[in-house]
């Protein structure tokens, strides 16, 4: 091998090297996030002290955050349903903003809801990836369900690399028979109201969490900051089927942190990708695994009659 070969194949070896991207970084706790990430403390959601108005902030790739003012209270707790203020704030600004109010941690009243003793699915027994009591983005159900309540509950990682409504920030979901799926990202302080946004907008409201994935917008963007535990509490009737024909179309509704976002929608199809599926009577639940650390626990169904 002569020297302009071994040069040229040196060249392309730096060049494979250099377009190889490193991981964008992701904090799974609260107290390694506190530690290590500047400005983390003022994500979150704060009450005025004086009453009337409430704050969601997030973090953004740049350091600036994403903030949204809201009159009367915070969604599904006092928001009096008037337009959203949203801004791109230094985090100098937004500090001088956060004068004057608390920060305040909300729990979804149906946390921790435990299992009835007519539950068909058994936490963890009757999942696929399980590790220290908590579900892993890639597990499913090991059995099949016809129509079901469903409660969970689910944490998204902090990932500030990636702006809300980016499709790689905390992307996970939950997907009934392969065909529909509820819509798990880090969406939070965005305004459902697309045009109401500070920033550039990197997907769809129905790519949100919450969506119907890529079908329907939640009724009120009820999304918790991340590294914060949140619950779903779904009723699923599945679709009726004679053999290959369907005969009655699957219909939804969904809590989501105990405020209801999906009012009995009727599923002519299935949502995105599965719109292109055969619909099913019965199927698994699947708990999607798009690269990002999204974790489940108490998992349990009852069946829907």
């Known amino acids: 091998m002569n020297y302009s070969t071994t040069l040229m194949l040196l060249l392309a070896a730096f060049s494979v090297q250099a377009v190889v991207k ?27 002290n ?16 994403l903030v949204a003012t809201y009159q009367g209270g915070l969604p599904g707790d006092g928001w ?50 399980v590790k220290d009591g908590l579900l892993l983005a890639g597990g499913k159900t090991t059995k099949d369900l016809g129509s079901f309540h469903m409660h969970l509950e689910f944490m998204q990682p902090f990932k500030p690399g990636r702006n809300p409504s980016n499709q790689d920030r905390g992307n996970s979901g939950i997907y009934i028979f392969n065909n529909y799926e509820i819509q798990i990202i880090d969406s939070f302080a965005l305004d459902l109201d697309a045009k109401n946004n500070a920033i550039e907008l990197e997907s769809i409201n129905k790519q949100w969490c919450g969506a119907l994935y890529k079908k329907k917008t939640p009724d009120i963007h009820m999304a918790y900051p991340p590294l914060r535990w949140q619950t779903y509490d779904i009723d699923f009737t599945a679709p009726v089927m004679d053999g290959d024909e369907k005969i009655e179309n699957a219909r939804i509704t969904l809590r989501h942190n105990g405020v209801l976002i999906h009012d009995d929608v009727e599923l002519e199809t299935g949502t995105g990708n599965g719109a292109k599926k055969k619909q099913l009577a019965k199927g698994p639940i699947y708990f999607q695994n798009h690269g990002n650390p999204v974790v489940f626990r108490n998992v349990w169904a009852t069946e829907l009659k």
């Open 22 to 48: 490193a991981p964008v970084p992701v904090w799974n706790n609260v107290a390694t996030a506190t530690r290590e990430v500047e400005g983390f403390q003022m994500v979150g959601e704060f009450l005025s």
């Open 50 to 65: 004086s009453g009337g108005t409430a704050i969601q902030a997030n973090l953004l790739n740049d350091g600036d955050f």
């Open 80 to 129: 009096d349903q008037t337009a959203i203020l949203s801004e791109k704030l230094k985090s100098a600004a937004l500090a001088a903003l956060l004068k004057g109010h608390t920060k305040t941690e909300r729990q979804s009243p149906t946390l921790g809801k435990p299992a009835p003793a007519n539950a068909i699915l058994a936490f963890p027994a009757d999942f696929t990836k």
